[in-house]
């Protein structure tokens, strides 16, 4: 069974940087992705970043480009995302999510219903 597991979320400072961490555990894929998705209140879910566990390479929406970093250590299973100068828009639930491909995933990581798991989700609320 999979499970991601997500930790770090907060309350923080607009500007003041938190880092998002995530345990994928019952991972066997091969070629996998690792992201996060958001929701805020009253809106729907919104990519933020993944990466592509195979060549490391990493998407971004336009949102966050330049601010948040994600990185992944595929030996451990682990996604992190880095976030860096946050403000009241990035208050939101931010959730873990998994891929079991990779292939087209530059076109399809944006869609929600694209991803196979999710995690529980973890609050993220920055303050002004």
């Known amino acids: 069974e999979v499970q991601l597991v997500e930790s770090g979320g907060g309350l923080v400072q607009t500007g003041e940087s938190l880092r998002l961490s995530c345990v994928a555990s019952?991972?066997?894929?091969?070629?996998?992705?690792l992201g996060w998705f958001r929701q805020a209140p009253g809106k729907g879910q919104e990519a933020v970043a993944c990466?592509?566990?195979?060549?490391?390479?990493?998407y971004y929406d336009d949102s966050v480009k330049g601010r948040f970093i994600i990185s992944g250590d595929n030996g451990k299973n682990t996604v992190s995302l880095q976030m860096t100068s946050p403000d009241p828009g990035d208050t939101a639930v931010y959730y873990c999510?998994?891929?079991?491909?990779?292939?087209?995933?530059?076109?399809?990581?944006?869609?929600?219903?694209?991803?196979?798991?999710w995690g529980q989700g973890i609050q993220v609320t920055v303050s002004s």
């Open positions: 990466i592509d566990t195979t060549n490391g390479r990493t």
């Open positions: 999510v998994g891929r079991s491909e990779v292939l087209l995933l530059h076109k399809l990581w944006l869609n929600p219903s694209q991803w196979d798991f």
């Open positions: 019952g991972f066997t894929y091969t070629d996998y992705a």
